[in-house]
């Protein structure tokens, strides 16, 4: 149990153009759904934190306008980067949190590669 | 400011005992994680210790000591599919996850 997906696993796109990446619960259902990156060799660093029917929560330095997060039913959370560049290019993981199972533990998703030409 | 230092890379043969520390300076503390990552995929979980002790599952031990703020992973009877980056990840007392920049494990025949 605990299964979270992710799609797509990996993505190239052009610069300026828009990614979207889902995340889902599989066997259970996530109030809160948390969204990292992260660049090679480097550990990960927590984007936002995406509760279901409310607005996400952005760590400092991250951009909500262009990392737009909806997390609409408990078992989906997406994440779209608005006008991509090359800079955007990472391995993008989400994680959520089975309140019935326990509280406070995180269940990651198997990532996305994502490419900016 | 919130540090999880962890050694940057290490390097272990098959068959042997390894044990990878983790020291951290948090706001509060809720529990310690460790995770496995191999290159490419996301973590996996390995184990979690919020009291003092040594935490035994399998190849995989952890041990915490909170008034010294350490940790350590022991891995025995290593094998080459050990051969990954593992993460310490603290929880806070606002019970977000801080996380260590990883120890990249080189597992040599």
């Known amino acids: 149990g605990a299964v979270v997906s992710q799609h797509p696993s990996r993505v190239i796109c052009k610069s300026g153009t828009s990614v979207k990446i889902e995340c889902r619960s599989l066997?259970?259902?996530?109030?809160?759904m948390f969204w990292y990156r992260q660049f090679p060799k480097k550990s990960l660093m927590l984007m936002a934190t995406?509760?279901?029917?409310?607005?996400?929560?952005?760590e400092q330095g991250v951009e909500k306008d262009k990392f737009l997060i909806n997390h609409a039913s408990l078992t989906l959370s997406t994440l779209t980067v608005t006008s991509a560049h090359p800079e955007d290019s990472s391995f993008y993981i989400c994680s959520a949190r089975d309140l019935a199972r326990d509280l406070y533990e995180q269940y990651f998703g198997p990532g996305t590669r994502l490419t900016v030409t | 400011g919130q540090n999880i230092d962890q050694p940057t890379e290490m390097t272990a043969t098959e068959g042997a005992i390894v044990q990878i520390n983790c020291t951290y300076q948090?706001?509060?503390?809720?529990?310690l994680f460790w995770y496995q990552q191999h290159a490419g995929e996301a973590p996996t979980f390995l184990s979690y210790n919020v009291l003092d002790g040594l935490e035994e599952k399998g190849r995989f031990s952890s041990f915490l000591s909170r008034s010294k703020g350490y940790s350590y992973l022991l891995l025995k009877e290593l094998q080459m599919k050990d051969s990954a980056s593992y993460l310490c990840?603290?929880?806070?007392?606002?019970?977000?996850?801080?996380w260590g920049a990883g120890t990249k494990l080189i597992i040599k025949p």
């Open positions: 066997d259970f259902q996530a109030t809160t």
């Open positions: 948090t706001s509060g503390f809720n529990g």
């Open positions: 990840a603290v929880r806070d007392q606002d019970y977000q996850l801080i």
């Open positions: 995406s509760n279901e029917g409310s607005k996400a929560t952005y």
